[in-house]
C-alpha cells in the first residue's frame, strides 16, 4: 500500500494484517452497518491494469470474453480472460479514460494476466502496465451512497455499470443489493478529501466487510487460488453481463459457446450460508454427505456474516446443490445452506 495514503488511513483508526487493511476497530459492528448503512471501504486487494495504444481496443476485443466494442468511456463491463481451455485466467472489471483501458481485479491474480497479455501484444501497437500505484481505490455503499457521491464530487452515475469521469476521479456504479460504487482517484489529495467527504455520514469499514458486499450481490471474483479452475457459465458471467456470445473468437470461445449452446453445463455458482467462524478460503473443497469423499464443488469466496458463520459463493455440481447434500471440508463438514441470489438461473 502506498506509504502516504497508508499513514492517512492509519490515523484514520484503521488496522492492518500483513499490509492488508482488515477493518477500522470494529469488524463485527462493521458487518452489521455494511448491510444496511450508509459504508466506504478502502480496496486494497484490488490492482489496475493498463492496456494503451491504436490498436488496444481491437487487442482486447481478441483476448476477453465480452464485447469491448459496448464498452465506452461512460459504461464498465465484467469479462473474462480465459485459457484456451476456457478457464477463467483472470476476471475483470473493466472502463476507459479516454483511450486507455482499465482492467480492475485482484492484486494477487494480477501478474499472471498481465504476463499472458504481454504475450500475445506481438507487433501490434499495445502497451500493457501495472498501474496499481497510479490509483487509489474507494468503494461506497448503501441507500444513501448516490447522494454522499454527489456531495463529495458534484455528480453520482445513476445506472449500473455507468462510469463518470470528474475532476481527478471516476466513478462506477456496480451491482448490489444496495447501490454500491467503485471511485478510482488519481491523487492522494483527491483521495483524502473524498474519504473526508464521506466519513461525515458514514462509516468507514475493511475490505473482508466489502467483499461481503460483493458476495452478497453474486458477483465473482476469481483469486490466485481459483485460477483455472473455473469456465466462465459456472461462475454465472452469463448471468451477470460478463459473456457476450455475439463477439468474435477470443481463446476459449469455442468451448464457452459449446457449454451455453448444447447445455453442458453441469456447475454453478451458488449463494449460501456455512456455519463456521474458523477462515474459509477461495478454492477450499466441497463434498457429499452422502459421497465417496469427491470433490464436488469449491468456495469461490467468504467471508463473516454478522448473524454468524460466513456468507459464501460456490460452484457446485448441479445434481449435488438440487439434493441439498453439500458440506465444506469433508462430507461430515458444517453444511452449505443456500440462499437465494439476487438474479435467477436461466430457465
Not at 469461490?300 to 456474516?305: E, F, K, R, T
Not at 465444506?328 to 441470489?341: A, D, H, I, V, Y
Request: contains cysteine; negative net charge.
Amino acid at each position: 500500500m502506498k506509504t502516504g495514503w497508508k499513514s492517512f488511513l492509519t490515523d484514520a483508526g484503521a488496522e492492518f494484517q500483513a499490509e492488508n487493511l482488515v477493518h477500522f476497530g470494529n469488524p463485527v459492528r462493521e458487518r452489521e452497518v455494511a448491510l444496511s448503512g450508509l459504508v466506504f471501504a478502502d480496496l486494497d486487494y484490488l490492482g489496475v491494469i493498463a492496456v494503451y495504444g491504436s490498436d488496444a481496443g481491437d487487442f482486447l476485443q481478441a483476448q476477453l470474453s465480452n464485447d469491448i466494442k459496448d464498452c465506452d468511456v461512460n459504461g464498465s463491463q465484467l469479462s473474462a480472460y480465459c485459457t484456451p481451455k476456457g478457464r477463467i485466467l483472470g476476471l475483470m472489471r473493466l472502463f476507459r479514460q479516454d483511450d486507455t483501458f482499465y482492467l480492475r481485479l485482484p492484486a494477487d491474480s494480477l501478474e499472471v494476466v498481465l504476463q499472458r497479455l504481454r504475450m500475445f501484444v506481438l507487433r501490434a501497437d499495445v502497451m500493457v502496465e501495472d498501474v496499481s500505484e497510479n490509483f487509489y481505490c474507494i468503494g461506497i455503499s448503501g441507500s444513501d451512497a448516490a447522494e454522499a457521491i454527489r456531495n463529495a464530487a458534484g455528480q453520482a452515475p445513476a445506472e449500473d455499470n455507468q462510469v463518470l469521469h470528474l475532476d481527478r476521479i471516476s466513478v462506477i456504479k456496480v451491482p448490489g443489493i444496495q447501490p454500491r460504487y467503485e471511485v478510482y482517484a488519481s491523487s492522494l489529495k483527491a483521495a483524502q478529501a473524498f474519504w473526508e467527504s464521506l466519513n461525515v455520514h458514514g462509516a468507514p469499514i475493511g475490505s473482508p466487510t466489502w467483499r461481503l458486499l460483493e458476495i452478497q450481490a453474486g458477483i465473482p471474483n476469481i483469486f490466485a487460488a481459483t485460477t483455472e479452475l473455473f469456465v466462465p457459465q459456472m461462475v454465472n458471467l452469463q448471468l451477470v453481463d460478463g459473456l457476450s456470445f455475439k463477439k468474435g473468437c477470443y481463446p476459449g470461445q469455442e468451448i464457452v459457446a459449446r457449454m451455453q449452446y448444447l447445455g453442458t453445463l453441469k456447475r454453478r455458482m451458488y449463494l449460501g450460508r456455512i456455519e463456521q467462524d474458523e477462515t474459509i478460503s477461495p478454492g477450499d473443497e466441497l463434498f457429499q454427505a452422502s459421497g465417496d469423499e469427491q470433490v464436488i464443488g469449491r468456495i469461490v469466496d467468504a467471508q463473516s456474516h454478522p448473524d454468524g458463520g460466513q456468507l459464501a459463493l460456490a460452484v457446485l455440481q448441479i445434481k449435488s446443490a438440487d439434493a441439498a447434500d453439500v458440506h465444506l471440508g469433508n462430507s461430515n463438514g458444517p453444511p452449505f445452506k443456500q440462499q437465494p441470489l439476487p438474479y435467477a438461473f436461466e430457465s
